[in-house]
């Protein structure tokens, strides 16, 4: 099946939006998908700040990315766009770094008022990275993801419908058909 | 005269984004304004990538922008939008930090193909903190922005004109006119 | 005091874009401007959807933007955006006709989850065309706009104090202060 | 092959956009695909204008895009976005109008400076309507499109390559694969 990498844009250790994405890699995970994960804020603090992109931390990263197949982008919704903390890898990748690739953006916040943050602040950023299919994404409210004590987490019936929806496509998306994979 | 905080955005130490808004404080300053550069890269990395609000660097800049009357921000175009790293830091301040006052946007890149990332993707965010009043902003090419061996800049005559002619509207805006500034 | 010109962008006679302007407008009369309402959809169609600048109507749409100290511009949101007939509006005028003024953006749509389009989608469009101060706008729910059987229209408390709130800021702005219309 | 409804934006009947579309039929035409050209402007502007749903020309447009399997959408660059006469076509379709085609956007305008337009203004539009998969597009310099006296069009080397590699990737993004197609 494909490589796809999953990247948390969220600066805070217990935050909604890594611990949702971890959830959605088992999805993946469970249709034969190798998924590795990458949390943003596991990186250097000076490195991802910094422009040195000599760094073994960032050529690691660009590996990632040169990789996989596929790529999730999750990020909160801060002042109406996604968060600086992931802004800040993207800025250290290469230009074409989602060259080829399919993507699927997702986002969490607080209030409805920002689900086009998705369509007119994330999708531009990830279109001049060169994504070669941006799938429709899904914007899923705070209030919605309940975090267990044990750490499992529960998304309420209709985002983890949508959810659920958005992922098994983008998994259909990164599976060449049989005939295209032999052409390319 | 009003307070100016000159926020720079730029991860780089040897940056024409740094280098010009520092050029254009001199303008300010000559105009009678106090103005108070901010280069994003100084704040420690750690915090500006942790979410830890009640951090004293973050406590100092959050008064920084308390304290001013008007706002430079000034970022390098990376990926079609601002920096992360500027961005990071406008994710740790209070969602209105911008509430009541004048706002210069600036931006310096590679390429012309970039100049609509002020009003697309910069100028959203500035609006979702509240700001009273964007005014026009100014996207200066790479290549007109020459550093001199002393550390000196000279932008090409015509970006020259156009960021005198913003930073004045901006400096203009400024200053409240007197039957204003008694009644407010 | 200034002069308004109070541009409804909805192409339905019985639409709430163009109802809540007109409600609106008696608070800007009352506050002493001249207001002049235009309802893009009674201008021959013809003349919106052709490329002709030259014709009357075009040329006496372009003239009362001239003569306005400031623009309140309503659309309803369609796909996550501006409506097509206002845009058919603007791209009739010239490119900076909205030099040297203020603008006030409204739009009225049926989901929150559109509050967004005002930022992203329609200011940039008011920004190319040289606006001196767009004012912070206000989107409204449709649901919160009520039209009574006599024609008069409430709107619901919390959405009425806010846009109460922008439409004054916009006049407060409107009106330049003694010591720099002296000067100007 | 594919059904591909090819949109042109423009307001204007010697239009670049609608000349460079229609050159760009022949070569889908000639990979196998049925193009059907659609010229906004030939619509009745009336029912452009207007918002009656009910219209024969507005439902014929609708099953127009109903049929087609991918679509062409170009536009020219008015005040840093799509056309008005574009977009009050695409406010008559139903909102999810383009869900599960392939679509590449277009546009044409002066100055490299409108270049993300397209990514910023257009993509979020064509988005909301559930597009499938918005490919890769292009923005073509004016001064790159020549027309000829008998009618015939020549773009600039770099551009008719570039022009070419978008088009080339729609037409292979709109043919399903032998496997998925009998799946599907």
């Not at 088992?26 to 700040?49: C, F, M, N, S």
């Not at 990748?93 to 953006?105: E, I, S, W």
């Amino acid at each position: 099946m494909a490589t796809v990498l999953s990247v948390s844009g969220s600066p805070s250790a217990a935050s909604r939006t890594n611990r949702l994405l971890r959830h959605l890699d088992r999805r993946l995970a469970a249709q034969g998908h190798e998924v590795i994960p990458l949390d943003v804020r596991t990186l250097p603090a000076e490195v991802l700040l910094g422009a040195d992109f000599t760094h073994p931390a960032v050529v690691a990263a660009t590996e990632l990315f040169a990789r996989a197949d596929g790529v999730v982008v999750g990020t909160p919704v801060y002042k109406a766009s996604y968060s600086g903390v992931l802004k800040a890898l993207l800025d250290l990748l290469p230009q074409y770094a989602l060259a080829g690739k399919t993507v699927l953006p997702l986002a969490t916040g607080g209030t409805t008022a920002h689900v086009l943050a998705i369509d007119y602040a994330l999708r531009p950023v990830l279109n001049s990275m060169g994504a070669a299919h941006i799938v429709q994404g899904w914007f899923t409210l705070d209030k919605d993801i309940t975090v267990h004590e044990n750490g499992t987490l529960t998304v309420a019936p209709p985002a983890a419908e949508a959810l659920a929806r958005v992922v098994d496509r983008f998994s259909t998306a990164l599976t060449p058909a049989p005939a295209l994979a032999a052409a390319s």
